[in-house]
């Protein structure tokens, strides 16, 4: 999630001789609903950064010298956006307003309701000894450890995640696999048959949260995540539990509104 708090640049000081700065104003809105924020949004132009405030109708003003900028604008709940090829001109003031989209959960699953959302290779699927929310998590080899020569997946079912950017993926992982031999790894793929490994764990026995970007699958028809499990053929373990999957990004599918939620600490 997108700080809005921190350090921020100054403006120039007041002591550089009239007309010598050019200015760059705009305001802040929702790209989904058009209307102003009701959390402060971040906006820094090169090293020049200040707060547009809801109570100030999200507006901003900046000042620095002429030149070209990049103009980086954020705000908790919402997808951070860039533009590049601000040419700024002194004395003159040069208008910008930028719509940001607002980042919602796509998919959320704590596999408290079976395995609706997945395709499962035998043998994975519920494990209710393990598990971060009750009563159950997701685990490669329910019955005990994973075989010798293992190499399962389970698999999402296809995602449309067209218009969709900012994509993100955040689970809990407990990674009881031999050291260095034994993995579980996360895929994805666009087609079902190329497939990239994002990330891989071994022989981390403890809950971690895992928290990775799936940009690659922006904008995909048809995005394929899947967690597979492989291993050698001496010495076996537990196997690789997972739990409370969220699936997170920006976009017209989000609607309106995570203002609310965002500002009261939700994330
Ligand atoms: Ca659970
Ligand atoms: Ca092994």
Not at 36 to 58: D, E, F, I, K
Not at 200 to 225: K, P, R, Y
Request: charge should be negative; aromatic fraction near 8%.
């Amino acid at each position: 999630m997108v700080a809005v708090t921190g350090r921020l640049t100054p403006t120039p000081s007041k002591s550089s001789p009239p007309g010598s700065t050019a200015r760059l104003a705009g305001s802040i809105s929702n790209a989904n609903t058009g209307s102003t924020l009701a959390v402060p949004a971040r906006v820094q132009l090169g090293n020049y950064a200040t707060l547009a405030m809801p109570a100030a109708g999200s507006s901003y003003s900046l000042r620095a010298p002429s030149g070209s900028y990049t103009l980086e604008v954020s705000a908790a709940g919402y997808a951070p956006k860039t533009l590049t090829g601000i040419n700024l001109a002194a004395p003159a003031t040069a208008q910008r307003n930028v719509a940001l989209s607002p980042l919602c959960t796509l998919l959320a699953d704590d596999a408290s309701a079976g395995l609706a959302n997945f395709s499962a290779q035998a043998p994975w699927g519920l494990g209710t000894t393990r598990f971060v929310s009750a009563p159950a998590a997701f685990t490669d080899s329910p019955g005990g450890d994973y075989a010798a020569n293992a190499n399962t997946a389970l698999s999402l079912v296809p995602l449309d995640l067209r218009d969709v950017t900012h994509a993100r993926l955040k689970f809990q992982s407990w990674c009881d696999t031999e050291a260095g031999f034994d993995r579980g790894r996360v895929e994805i793929s666009t087609d079902g048959s190329v497939w990239t490994e994002i990330w891989s764990c071994s022989a981390n026995a403890a809950w971690t949260e895992v928290d990775l970007d799936l940009g690659a699958l922006d904008d995909q028809s048809s995005a394929l995540i899947r967690f597979r499990l492989t291993s050698d053929a001496a010495v076996q373990r537990e196997g690789w539990s997972i739990d409370d999957l969220v699936l997170s990004g920006a976009g017209a599918v989000c609607g309106g509104v995570p203002d609310a939620l965002f500002a009261n600490g939700f994330e």
